[in-house]
């Protein structure tokens, strides 16, 4: 087993969508650390059942490129091959877990302790550690199987293609004193690469050909915003993925200009809100959230390939807030507990002390760092426009994500998210987060058209990392009650 202080980067062949987070260098060290860390670090559940547990998590959102990529991981490992044949042919004690999968993947609301006590308490029982440990892994890759659709690369990637980066930049970033490289093209001299326009990376992988402008202000310094724009990747100029910049199946949404007015407008405002004010803001866009439809079959239709890994495919996300629906659940409240204070502090350091592993003081850890970098990226750009404070914007993303798993962050006024995020901004949001296999590479190519390459990657990884805290926080607080 490797600990997180052997990882290295420099060591690593890195898939294709992993070099699209490229774009982020600061992320991507993040995110690696993470991945490699709760794959092959130390940590209870052994190598098998961490790989298949990576397989079934994808397989609910039906993402075939990364259960093809993490079959053959699981093989590697000295996996069963048998396991492949679907969920009948697993040890009973990797099915016991399937329905928290399912209930984290769709609805985590519906997370009970009794879910964490059957797991424990039954004749093949896991151990405390060994849950914590699966519901961190199962959260990784459902949010990861969101990353992937949201960024419009599926159709390409689920044949396991592996195309050329023909112009692929290398960019370099220093994280502790360790010289990262987020991605490693084959053959042009880096004096080469570095010149090139950042469109080469999705443009060689995307399968639209007309794609529009794909994202970029979010590129990122990660915590230290004090980093060159001209020294990273995400920093180069304004540019469709071709060379094209197709918008005419563009759907209406505020101009940069505007946007940037607004967030103005709302870092100037003084005025505060009473408790019940913010309460029923919240509600409202809760509902309004709720009235988003997405475009979907009656019944869902999962690909051959992956379906011997899924049960009950008509259990999907159901809005949290319905308007006329009994038996609404209760807001989840930041304020009763949060990520900072009981998530992260609480569940994972109290459980180092615990147990002999080190796993959850150093996941808690790199999973902390993950979700502030993501939270807190920025070149203080956007769409070309440099000198932009865009924390408005960003809060109103994330915080959004967040309310439509019904998680109420009680300090923030959710008028501002009206006032930012326009319709078709926050139908993708929701789809990208819920349905992520029903975005098309034309859903993709229709929001945030005037924003950098880089940018719109970075909305797409506030999606991925605002859901996976979301998750965690429905499991860490039902498994808090458990041990309480």
Not at 185 to 205: D, F, G, M, R, Y
Request: glycine share 4%; proline share 5%; hydrophobic share 35%.
């Amino acid at each position: 087993m490797c600990s997180i202080h052997e990882y290295n980067m420099a060591d690593l062949e890195l898939d294709q969508v992993t070099q699209v987070i490229g774009y982020h260098p600061r992320f991507l060290d993040h995110f690696l650390r993470t991945q490699n860390f709760i794959m092959k670090g130390d940590g209870p559940l052994p190598y098998d059942y961490r790989y298949y547990l990576a397989i079934i998590a994808a397989a609910r959102h039906q993402c075939p490129y990364l259960v093809k990529m993490y079959e053959k991981e699981f093989l590697n490992q000295g996996g069963n091959p048998e396991w492949l044949n679907g969920l009948d042919y697993i040890p009973s004690k990797l099915r016991a877990i399937y329905e928290i999968n399912k209930i984290l993947a769709h609805r985590p609301w519906l997370l009970r302790k009794e879910h964490i006590e059957s797991l424990t308490r039954n004749k093949n029982s896991w151990s405390l550690s060994e849950v914590v440990h699966a519901m961190v892994l199962l959260s990784h890759f459902h949010s990861l199987s969101s990353f992937v659709f949201s960024c419009g690369l599926t159709q390409k990637l689920d044949g396991l293609s592996s195309p050329k980066f023909k112009t692929a930049q290398v960019s370099t970033a220093t994280v502790g004193g360790m010289t990262t490289i987020p991605y490693q093209p084959s053959q042009p001299p880096v004096a080469q690469q570095a010149v090139q326009p950042q469109k080469t990376v999705l443009s060689e992988i995307i399968l639209n050909s007309n794609a529009t402008v794909i994202g970029g202000e979010f590129s990122g310094s990660g915590l230290n915003t004090n980093v060159s724009v001209n020294n990273a990747v995400g920093a180069a100029p304004s540019t469709a993925l071709n060379g094209v910049n197709n918008k005419k199946n563009a759907l209406p949404s505020a101009t940069v200009e505007v946007l940037m007015e607004r967030m103005k407008v709302l870092s100037q405002k003084q005025d505060e809100c009473t408790e019940a004010e913010l309460s029923n803001r919240f509600k409202s866009v809760e509902m309004q959230t709720a009235e988003l439809s997405t475009t979907a079959p009656q019944t869902p239709v999962v690909p051959p390939v992956i379906s011997h890994y899924v049960e009950d495919p008509n259990f999907t996300y159901q809005d949290f807030a319905r308007r006329g629906a009994e038996n609404i659940p209760n807001t989840f409240r930041i304020q009763d507990y949060s990520w900072d204070d009981h998530g992260y502090s609480l569940v994972l350091k109290r459980f180092s002390a615990s147990f002999s592993f080190s796993l959850y003081e150093d996941v808690g850890t790199l999973l902390d760092q993950k979700f502030r970098c993501a939270y807190s990226l920025t070149y203080f750009t956007m769409g070309g426009v440099k000198n932009v404070d865009t924390s408005k914007f960003r809060r109103a993303i994330w915080n959004y994500i967040q309310c439509i798993y019904g998680i109420r962050h009680d300090d923030y006024d959710y008028g501002e998210v009206n006032q930012l995020l326009d319709r078709p901004l926050k139908m993708f949001i929701k789809t990208a987060c819920c349905f992520p296999d029903r975005i098309t590479t034309k859903d993709y190519d229709s929001i945030l058209v005037e924003l950098l390459d880089s940018e719109k990657v970075h909305v797409n990884l506030m999606v991925m990392e605002a859901r996976n805290q979301a998750e965690l926080l429905y499991a860490l607080r039902e498994i808090m009650r458990y041990m309480t």
